[in-house]
């Protein structure tokens, strides 16, 4: 289980509230086990998992699996930037997980990215 220092725990609250589904909770511990609890690891193949195996709908299992391993996430929302000509541009969410030393960084399954750094983040931490 990841834990963060005392003064950023308290103000990373919201975002490590546990979640209440057991699929979640069962993913997180499965990937976490295969990455020898290494940060980037797990971030990147619960990532890659999802991207590989989810269908695009709306949901939040897989990065609520975050926060049931003591990580802050944070659903993201915007615009998909793939074609900037194409006038007819689609919303777009993602997961943000905080990461001492590091602030808030981005884990898009739909688009496979990993672990850039946050276009939103309001504290310039990023």
């Known amino acids: 289980m990841f834990n963060y220092p005392q003064r950023l725990a308290t103000s990373l609250h919201p975002y490590l509230l546990l979640p209440v589904d057991p699929v979640a909770d069962e993913l997180a511990w499965q990937i976490l086990a295969g ?14 998992k999802t991207y590989r195996t989810c269908e695009h709908q709306i949901r939040t299992a897989p990065w609520l699996s975050c926060r049931a391993v003591g990580l802050a996430a944070r659903f993201v929302s915007g615009y998909q930037e793939e074609d900037l000509e194409n006038a ?35 504290c310039g931490c990023c």
């Open 35 to 48: 990455g020898e609890g290494n940060v980037p690891t797990f971030l990147s193949r619960i990532n890659n």
């Open 88 to 122: 007819e541009r689609h919303l777009h969410a993602w997961v943000e997980v905080y990461l001492p030393e590091a602030g808030w960084r981005r884990y898009d399954p739909t688009l496979d990215l990993s672990g850039e750094r946050s276009p939103h983040c309001p």
